[in-house]
Structures are given as C-alpha cells and as structure tokens.
C-alpha cells in the first residue's frame, strides 16, 4: 500500500496530546494515550459513580472486550479469555496441560519475552522438559533449528512473533508447519506485533496465541487476551483458575470445579474492568486508523530510519529485510543508558534492551520524528557502536 509518509499523522495525530510536547516513539514499551482511552477512564469513574455497583454492566464490558479481540484477530467469541497479561494467560495454559503420553518436552525460542521462559521452566516442577532454540549471533532463528528441537516428543513450541529485544520477526508459518507435522501444539505470543501488523489466528493457524492492549493496541496496563483454538478448549482443564473461568459465575459452588466450557476456562477473578473499558477503546481506535495502513506507514519511516543510521555509520540490529521485522528498531550502543537520556534530553522518548537503543514508531509518528531521533544520535556518535 503506498502512501504520502505524513498522511496518517496528519489525521489522527492530534487525539494523541503527548506530542504537543514530546516526540514519542516508543511504542513498543506502550503506546502512547489517545484522548479516546482518556475518556474511556472518565466514563468509567461515571458509571461507577453514577450507579454504584454496575456489575451486571461491567460484565457485559467484559463481553465486549471478548467480542473487541476476537474481530482483532479473527477466532470466534468463545475461543477468547479475557485476562490481566500475557503471564495470566499463559500461567492458566500452562496448569493445564499433563507433559505425559509421551510428550513432556516444551520447545521455547530464545526471543521469548522473560515471562515465558519463566512460566515453562516453572513447568519443570511438573514434569516438564525445556528445550530451547538458540537465535544467531544476529538475533535470527533460523528454521532449520527448530527442526532440529521440534520432535515427536514436543508437547508444545512457544515462539514470539516480533522479539522484544531486537525487532527480529519469526518465520512463525515455517514453525507452525514444522510442529504440526510432528503433533506438536503451538504458542505465539503476539504482544509486539498486535496492533502494528494484521494478527489473525486461522491465517497463522496457531493453537494459543497471547498479547495484551498496551503497546500498539493502545490500551493502557491491566488488560491481556488469550486465544484457545475451539477444538482444544475443552481438552485443557486450567488448574490456575478462578470463579470468572466457571461453567456459571453466579452459580458460586464452592464444592466443584466446573470450568466453562469456552475459553473463558482460562480467566480467574475479577476482570480488570477500567482497563477493559481503556482496552476497547484502544482496539476500537487502532481500527478505526488502520492496522494495515499503520504497517505501511511504519515501514517507510523505518526505511528513513535505517538509512540514517546507516549514513551514521552505526549498526541496526534489527533485520533489513521488513518482513523479517515487526515495527520495532534497534541500535547498538556503547552507553545505552547515556543515550536514552541524551534523546529525552533532547525531548524524545525512547527505551533499550540488553546494549541496544529501541526505537519504535507507531501509526501517530511522523518522518520529522524519525529526523529528530537521527539528529540526537547524530550529536552522540560516541554513544553508537560504530561498524
Ligand atoms: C513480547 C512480550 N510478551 C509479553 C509481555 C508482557 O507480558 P505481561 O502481560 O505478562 O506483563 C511483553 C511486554 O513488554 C512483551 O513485549
């Protein structure tokens, strides 16, 4: 899709007021507030104050938040639970899923994001074996390497479609054909891509996928999904559970476990309710701009990016190729710390992984953007690795 780089900021740019006073490109860490969430928080604190205990409505919120992910990423309503995190979700999986009948091992990429390494190693404790897939001195994991972890033996492969660390994009179709060849069921955990790029569960044909609405969905903190194919629902028993993940939440049987017999098995407790109304307002906004066209976009300026830093001599860890990136960008640094504070000094607001500077822009960032970052890091060689 082409288009004129300032043409979406040119459109939605002012219903973000950060950028009144900073540039923030930073999206990757969490998008930035919109005047839609904003509101969405005050409506909230209104029916809250105007009805008291509105419950019987905040759960119909929790409906539509379930209905919100589910057009996101095309399953049904009934394949969605609505959780707090990533970690919710894949905690909920993970307590449910036996490691017996021959199949004990969990293969995890090394571009997992630390709670997901974490959740499966916890798994060892019960009778798990954790495999993992080494990435490349260049942060690509070739398929090849799943190939060789992925076996008849494999419960499940957790991989992560954009990594947080380094932008680098899995070939996920390359995995998921490889695990399912070997009956192998598959994670992805999409929080770095969702939102920035078209996520849509029967396309990448994955049997659980995981994100959260506060980086390019631009939810705010609290609010998480988690995607159970229909056929499987039924097949995991959660023992991480909690009343919202009954068959009848009103029922409130405390002699018996009966877990719905949705996806909804994989929620706890109460839900995060003003961050539901935050996070439907964001997917709504995120919608209502374009996830396709917000691809495109980011791709061009990223493209201006690249090409800066190249002029600078210093080194993009991230891959070249776009499809091989999500819309995240790294440099290396020498001092990443100074050189964060160097660019919020100069009025942009960035973060860092490991040595590496993120930079990551999103639908509401301009090619000016992109300039002023490139004229921090101008003023600051000594702080890029130089290649
Ligand atoms: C790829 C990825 N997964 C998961 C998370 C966070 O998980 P949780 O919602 O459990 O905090 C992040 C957040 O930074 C992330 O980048």
């Known amino acids: 899709m082409a288009v004129s780089v300032d043409a979406l900021p040119a459109r939605i740019r002012h219903r973000f007021p950060i950028f009144d006073r900073l540039v923030y490109i930073n999206s990757c860490s969490q998008g930035a ?3 839609a969430v904003r509101d969405a928080y005050a409506r909230y604190l209104d029916d809250w104050d105007e009805h008291g205990a509105p419950w019987e409505y905040w759960v119909e919120q929790l409906d539509a ?20 995190s990533v970690s919710a979700g894949v905690s909920a999986l993970a307590s449910g899923l036996g490691f017996d009948g021959g199949r004990d091992k969990v293969v995890v990429s090394d571009s997992e994001f630390p709670t997901i390494g974490q959740i499966w190693h916890a798994q060892e404790r019960r009778g798990a074996r954790v495999v993992h897939v080494p990435a490349e001195a260049d942060g690509t994991i070739p398929l090849e390497r799943f190939d060789a972890a992925i076996d008849e033996e494999t419960a499940l492969v957790a991989i992560t479609h954009v990594c947080f660390r380094n932008g680098v994009r899995l070939d996920v179709a390359g995995v998921i054909e490889l695990a399912h060849e070997r009956g192998a069921l598959v994670l992805l ?16 044909d994955c049997d659980f996928l995981a994100a959260g609405v506060l980086k390019y ?5 609290g609010l998480g999904f988690f995607y159970c194919r229909r056929d499987l629902v039924e097949r995991i028993e959660p023992t991480a559970t909690g009343w919202f993940a009954d068959r009848n939440i009103f029922e409130m049987d405390i002699h018996d476990y009966s877990p719905a017999t949705t996806a909804r098995r994989f929620e706890a407790g109460t ?32 493209a201006l990016l690249i090409a800066g830093v190249d002029e600078l001599g210093a080194r993009v860890v991230t891959p070249r190729v776009p499809e091989q990136r999500g819309a995240l960008v790294c440099v290396a640094s020498t001092d990443v710390d ?4 160097a660019l919020a000094e100069g009025g942009v607001v960035t973060s860092s992984r490991d040595d590496n500077l993120r930079i990551s822009a999103h639908c509401y960032n301009t090619a000016e953007d ?3 970052v490139l004229e921090v890091l ?5 702080l890029l690795r130089l290649d």
């Open 378 to 382: 101008a003023r600051n060689r000594s």
């Open 65 to 84: 938040a379930r209905r919100s992910v589910a057009g996101l990423v095309n399953a049904a309503e009934d394949e969605v639970a609505v959780t707090t």
């Open 33 to 35: 507030l919109s005047d």
């Open 370 to 372: 992109v300039s002023a």
């Open 217 to 221: 969905l631009l939810g705010s903190a």
């Open 338 to 341: 100074r050189l964060v504070a």
């Open 189 to 204: 955990d999409a929080y770095q891509s969702v939102g920035s790029l078209p996520v849509d569960v029967r396309a990448l």
């Open 271 to 302: 839900p995060p309710i003003p961050a539901i109304y935050a996070g439907i307002a964001g997917i709504e906004l995120m919608q209502e701009i374009g996830i396709e066209e917000t691809e495109a976009h980011v791709r061009e300026l990223n």
